[in-house]
């Protein structure tokens, strides 16, 4: 039986059209390949695996693999080498993770559509009610949504295993590869005592995009290429500083469009942040300011997170945010960081050609509009 992924085309360093198509190449021939197996395990488990493959293929910009391939071209890596198919293949195992972080964080936040479509719980519960299935429809969604991220995680790292990495790439990605998964789970639990309101501080916000988005989002992908090309511990931690900045900065882009992005745009219901309660650190900030200066302004923004809030709440919440200077302080903070990021990977020994690239990557992911 074949368990691999196909062999997936070998994009030119600075190509990043063709860098997504590899890369869901990659994608598409490790789901064939796990076909075989999941038809033993009945149709149940093939439907299950196929709404897994759909939510993986259907769309995003393939940002972590592109930021470990990226990573592994600048500090060597080549593109014509007998490592770079194996390579492409571990780097596009990110999105697996990816996967499992967005199906749990969807159930964790209640969201109910993604990317323009019903989230996986959503989607289950939907498939429960309308064939008329015994319990509870939405206690099914959430189950069976559980198990299918945990089944992303777990195929995550069997697309590495099946990669072809030489011994000693292996045995420098592992640990680099094990502690982003750890960060990722361990920032995702800081949210969520952070929804629960047990610490509105910008510090926890800080730390919580800090963990949850930067490190597995930039850092650690960029890190992950460093070790698979063997790089000196310069330019691993010149990553690691720019990888860390410009994920945070990309984590308070996501911020602000939580609260102002267009719906068709971003896919996600307008304010969908200020709903779920999240402790972004644009509330943050907001609620700091209100304290110092509009008590009763603090006391609006508490009571209204986490709630069922109208569209004119939602404007009215827009509003007072703006109002306080929330909005003009996370613009500052993401410049701030954009620019001591690209600073420190100027600064390093990254090759021209992937240095321009990883510079261009980081300003479209902090201007981005979704």
């Known amino acids: ?189 800081l949210d969520v005592h952070g929804e629960a309101g047990a610490d509105d501080s910008v510090a926890a916000a800080l730390r919580i995009n800090r963990y949850k988005t930067a490190a597995y989002t930039v850092e650690r992908p960029l890190h992950l290429g460093a070790a698979l090309a063997g790089a000196d511990p310069e330019l691993i931690a010149a990553y690691r500083e720019f990888g860390t900045d410009i994920g945070i900065a990309f984590q308070l882009r996501d911020d602000l469009l939580g609260v102002f992005g267009d719906p068709a745009v971003t896919g996600k219901p307008s304010g969908d942040d200020l709903r779920e309660g999240k402790r972004t650190v644009l509330v943050a900030e907001a609620l700091r300011r209100a304290d110092a200066t509009d008590p009763a302004a603090a006391r609006l923004l508490r009571s209204a997170l986490g709630t069922d809030l109208a569209p004119e709440q939602v404007t009215e919440l827009r509003d007072l945010i703006t109002g306080l200077g929330a909005v003009d302080d996370v613009e500052r903070r993401i410049t701030e960081l954009t620019d001591r990021g690209l600073g420190a990977l100027a600064a390093s020994s990254v090759t021209p050609e992937a240095g321009d690239r990883l510079r261009a990557m980081a300003l479209a992911a902090t201007r981005r509009v979704a």
């Open 1 to 189: 039986m074949s368990v691999g992924p196909a062999s997936p085309a070998r994009p030119a360093p600075n190509d990043s059209a063709a860098l997504v198509r590899a890369v869901e190449q990659a994608l598409t021939g490790f789901f064939a390949g796990r076909r075989e197996l999941v038809a033993e395990l009945g149709p149940v488990v093939i439907s299950a695996t196929a709404a897994l493959e759909d939510f993986v293929l259907r769309g995003g910009k393939r940002t972590r693999p592109s930021f470990a391939w990226t990573g592994w071209l600048g500090a060597g890596g080549d593109p014509a080498g007998d490592q770079a198919e194996s390579v492409l293949t571990a780097c596009a195992a990110l999105e697996l993770v990816q996967a499992c972080a967005l199906i749990h964080d969807d159930i964790i936040d209640s969201s109910r559509t993604r990317r323009g479509f019903p989230t996986v719980h959503v989607d289950f519960e939907h498939r429960h009610r309308d064939r008329g299935w015994g319990g509870d429809p939405a206690h099914f969604g959430v189950s069976v949504a559980i198990l299918i991220g945990d089944l992303a995680l777990t195929w995550a790292d069997d697309m590495v295993a099946a990669a072809g990495l030489d011994a000693a790439a292996r045995a420098r990605f592992a640990p680099v590869w094990a502690a982003m998964r750890t960060e990722v789970m361990g920032g995702q639990l």
